[in-house]
């Protein structure tokens, strides 16, 4: 099993940037595929970006691509998100989670939300305008 914790979110003018951060505690962290998703109030949780195991595979969503970077840290248990240019449209509870899926990961099961068994409390990132 394994417990996340987000921090790194706040309040950014339009076109700044952020760095979520991850943290883990537990073992074998390598063997969990990591995403982060978002939840805007009124809207449903959503995809932004994946990362395989090794952290050498990632996955975005469109509006995430060519502005935001995920990446890991396995000596740390560690995953960050990379956000820059962010947008108004951007503000969302941020959550980061973990799949223990043992095994070849399909590359929709990245974008599943249903496929994570493990989740953050999330991180609140306001964007104003």
């Known amino acids: 099993q394994v417990q996340l914790v987000e921090s790194g979110g706040g309040l950014v003018q339009a076109g700044g940037s952020l760095r979520l951060s991850c943290a883990a505690s537990?073992?074998?962290?390598?063997?969990?595929?990591v995403g982060w998703f978002r939840q805007a109030p009124g809207k449903e949780r959503e995809f932004v970006a994946a990362?395989?195991?090794?952290?050498?595979?990632?996955y975005y969503t469109d509006s995430a691509k060519g502005r935001s970077t995920i990446s890991r840290d396995n000596a740390k248990n560690a995953v960050y998100l990379q956000m820059n240019n962010l947008k108004p449209e951007d503000t969302a509870v941020y959550y980061c989670?973990?799949?223990?899926?043992?095994?070849?990961?399909?590359?929709?099961?990245?974008?599943?939300?249903?496929?994570?068994?493990?989740w953050g409390q999330g991180t609140q990132v306001t964007v104003s305008s």
């Open positions: 990362i395989d195991r090794s952290g050498l595979s990632t």
């Open positions: 537990g073992r074998a962290f390598s063997t969990y595929v």
């Open positions: 989670a973990a799949s223990a899926r043992i095994g070849p990961y399909s590359t929709e099961s990245y974008y599943a939300s249903d496929d994570y068994d493990y």
